[in-house]
């Protein structure tokens, strides 16, 4: 079923869903399989599962030369999914992304999902390369998550990028980003939302939301989207902070604004154990409004690790 079915059909609830990250190249899928199962009691109707591109690392060969080689450290997005929709019986959100891509190989990737029979893909620029610092397209990719929106777009219409005749039509649902605090890149907010719009003019049908950790951005974020004419679900995305070091690394990784009460209440932390127990009270407090707010879905970036998020979502569903 589609994420946007899930929330129509869900009429007004909040519903609750998660975000999970491949294992490192070369560990056991089951760690991360234990870690979800004692959160599929709060019924996830989807699951989004990141992709992540090839990274350039340095190769020392035996003559003592350094090479750079392009690995992907996180690899099995795909196979996560099927294991996913299999082992749990839910829908399966693979994120898919420009980076690293040609339109043609992005069009072979949508045909591996679209007979795996999945239905829903997170759409995504990508994050630049951490060599490089900016994002740069592979030859013959695309330069913004837009362009891949019109290209899936195109196959929900049967149309393909060589072929004269109509294909048969692929079924995707769309998801696409959305910066309460903007994207890094942009001059402001309002260039920003015009290119989100864009985004769902184009055919994406729901937002997900960079985490934040002060709500009234996520409301100010919503009524400019209403403003400037964007009508879809806007899907709130939930850390919660688990270590002090947070505090200052999420803001330099996400570019987002620490609220001071909370960074108070970490910094008076002795240990962190205690700041995981703040982190996990500022989240069912952050819950309770999003969800009097109207807010379709509670979306958490877990990590793959699920004992807070657990906390949370007993307190909240
Ligand atoms: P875009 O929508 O393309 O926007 C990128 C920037 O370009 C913005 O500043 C925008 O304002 C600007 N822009 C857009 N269109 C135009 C245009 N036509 N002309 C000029 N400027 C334009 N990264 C991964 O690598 N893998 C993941 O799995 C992943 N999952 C994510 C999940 C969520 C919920 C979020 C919020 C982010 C995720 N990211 C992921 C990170 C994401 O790829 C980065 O934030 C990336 O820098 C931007 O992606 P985007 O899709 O928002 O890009």
Known sequence: ?????????????????????????????????????????????FIDVTYHREELIEK???????????????????GICARLMERFKVDAVPHVICGGFTKDETEDFLYDLHYLGID???ILRGDPEKSAGV????????????ELVAQVADMNRGRLLHEETEASPT?????????????????????????????????????????????QKYFDF???????GINVPIIPGLKP?????????LPRIFHLDMPEELVKAVEA???????????IEWAIQQCKELQQFGAPVLHFYTMARSENVQTIARAIF
């Open 222 to 228: 919503v009524n400019r989207c209403r403003e400037a």
């Open 60 to 78: 020392r060969h035996p003559n003592g030369l350094i090479e750079k080689v392009p690995v992907r450290r996180r690899p099995g997005t795909v």
């Open 135 to 146: 994002f740069r397209s592979k030859e013959g990719g695309h330069r913004y998550a837009s």
């Open 241 to 249: 902070l688990s270590t002090k070091k947070q505090l200052s690394v």
């Open 269 to 279: 932390c002795a240990t962190d154990k205690d700041v995981k127990q703040v982190g």
């Open 120 to 122: 829903n893909v997170l």
């Open 1 to 45: 079923m589609k994420v946007t079915e899930h929330i129509r059909e869900a009429n007004g609830k909040t519903l609750f869903s998660l975000e999970i990250i491949p294992p490192l190249k070369g560990q056991h899928i089951g760690e991360l399989i234990g870690a979800i199962e004692p959160l599929m009691e709060f019924k996830p109707p």
């Open 171 to 215: 079924n995707f649902c769309m998801g696409v980003a959305g910066y309460p605090e903007k994207h890094f890149e942009a001059p402001n907010l309002g260039n920003d939302l015009k290119y989100l719009k864009e985004k769902v003019d184009l055919g994406a049908e729901y937002i997900v939301t960079q985490m934040f950790f002060d709500n």
